[in-house]
C-alpha cells in the first residue's frame, strides 16, 4: 500500500478511536442488539400483568354469561341501563351488546374509558363469535355436542428442521431467523448512513477550512479520498469485530448462566433426540430452537464474518458517492440535497430487506441481493434462513466490482470537486468532471 494513504488511514482511524462516544457505542452495542433480539419474547412475558376491567350491559342475556375472564381481562356484567353504566363506569371499558346480536344484524359496541387495546377488542371478538356459533351449533340438537367439539379441537406446533444439510439435522427458528435478518438490516442501515455521512461530513470540514488544499500539496487526490474511505472503514470494521467477540462472549457464557435449569434440561433433551422426541418437552420447541441457535458460537461467529464482508463493501461502495459529493459542494446544507442519491437506495435497501425476512426464497429477495445497492441489507436479511453459499459469493462479487467501479468514477469528481468553491455544481457539469483525464 501506497505511504501517503498508509498516514491518511492511520489519521482518519486513530482520529476516531479515541473518542468517547466510539468506546461508548462499541459497549453499548451489542447489549442493544441483544435487548431488541429479546424485546419481543419480554413484551409477551409482560403484556398480560395489566389487568384491563370491563362492564358489560348484555340485552340479549346470552353472551355475558358465556364470557370468561383470565389474568388480563375481567368482565363485570352490570344490569342497570347502558347510559348510567356509562356515566358511573371506573372500568377500562363499557361492552354494550344488543338484543338481536345473534341475527348478526348489529354490532356491539364497546365505549373506551382509556386509549383503546388492540388485545382487549380482539379477545372481545373472538369470544363473542365463538359463543354466538356454539349457540347457533346448539340450536341443530347434535348428541354430545360439546364432546365433538373437544374431539375435533387441534393445537399443532411447527418444529423446523433445515433439509439442506444430508449428513445431520439441523433445527432452525423462523421467528427468531426474522428477528436477526431484521436487526442486521436495520444495523447495516445505520452502518451505511453513519459511517458514509462522516467521510462526507469530513471532506466538506476540511474543505471549508482549506485544509485539503494544503494536504493535496503532498498527497494526490485520489490517495487521499482512498485514505478516509478506508480508515473510517477501518474503524468500523474494527467496531464489528469487537461486537463480533462480546455477543460470542455473552452467547457462550452469559446465556447459558440466565438459562432456567428447566429449560437448560429440555434444550438438553431436544438436542439428543433430533426431530423426534420433543413431543414430552414443558418448553415451548420454538424457544428452545432459538436458544439452540443463539448458544451456538459458530454460528454467531459466522453471521458476524458475513456481515463484515457485506459491510465493508456496501461502506466502501456508498462511502465512494459520499466523497464525490462532499467534494463537490462547500457546505452541509448543499450537500443535503445531493444526499438523497444515496439515500434512496439505502431506504429501498431496508424495505427489500424487510421483505426478504418474510420470504426470503422469493425471485425479489433474490434478485434485490444481486443488485449491489441494496445487496448488503437484503442478503443480510435472507442469511439467518440459509441461503445457498453460490447466491452469497455471487452477491460479494459484485457488490465489490461495483465499489471498484464507484472509486473510479468517485475520483474523478474528487480531484476536481475538492478545489471548487462557492457554488453547486449541476448534474452536467458533475459528468463533465468525470471526463477529465
Known sequence: MNKNISLVIQREFLERVSKKSFIITTILMPVLMLALMATPALIMAFAGNEAKTVDIVDESLVIAPALKSDDGIKYITCTQPLDSVRANSTADAVLFIP????????????????????????????????????????SYD???????????????????????????????????????????????????????????????????????????????????MLGKICGIGLVAVTQIVIWGVLLAALSAFVLPALTPDSVAADLSAMNAAGAAGTESLGTPVELLQALSILGNVGYIIQIFGLLLLFLVGGFMLYAAVYAAIGSAVDNIQDAGQLQSVVVMPIILGIVFGMMAASDPSSQLSLWTSMIPFTSPMVMMARIPFGVPGWQITVS???????????????????RVGIFMYGKKPSVKELIRWMRYK
Open 396 to 414: 460479494l462479487i459484485i457488490l465489490y466490482a461495483s465499489f471498484f467501479a464507484m472509486v473510479w468514477v468517485a475520483a474523478k469528481i474528487y
Open 99 to 138: 338484543k338481536d346480536v345473534m341475527d348478526g344484524k348489529k354490532a356491539i359496541q364497546l365505549y373506551n374509558n382509556e386509549a383503546s387495546s388492540m388485545t382487549l377488542e380482539s379477545n372481545i371478538r373472538d369470544q363473542v363469535n365463538g359463543i354466538i356459533e356454539n349457540i347457533r351449533l346448539e
Open 142 to 224: 347434535i348428541a354430545n355436542l360439546d364432546q365433538i367439539l373437544k374431539e375435533v379441537e387441534s393445537d399443532v406446533s411447527i418444529q423446523s428442521y433445515d433439509n439442506t444439510s444430508k449428513d445431520e439435522e439441523k433445527e432452525s427458528s423462523t421467528i427468531l431467523s426474522y428477528i436477526l435478518g431484521t436487526v442486521l438490516t436495520f444495523f447495516l442501515y445505520m452502518c451505511l448512513l453513519l459511517y458514509g455521512q462522516m467521510v462526507m461530513t469530513s471532506i466538506i470540514e476540511e474543505k471549508n477550512n482549506r485544509v485539503l488544499e494544503i494536504v493535496v500539496s503532498s498527497v494526490k487526490p485520489t490517495q487521499l
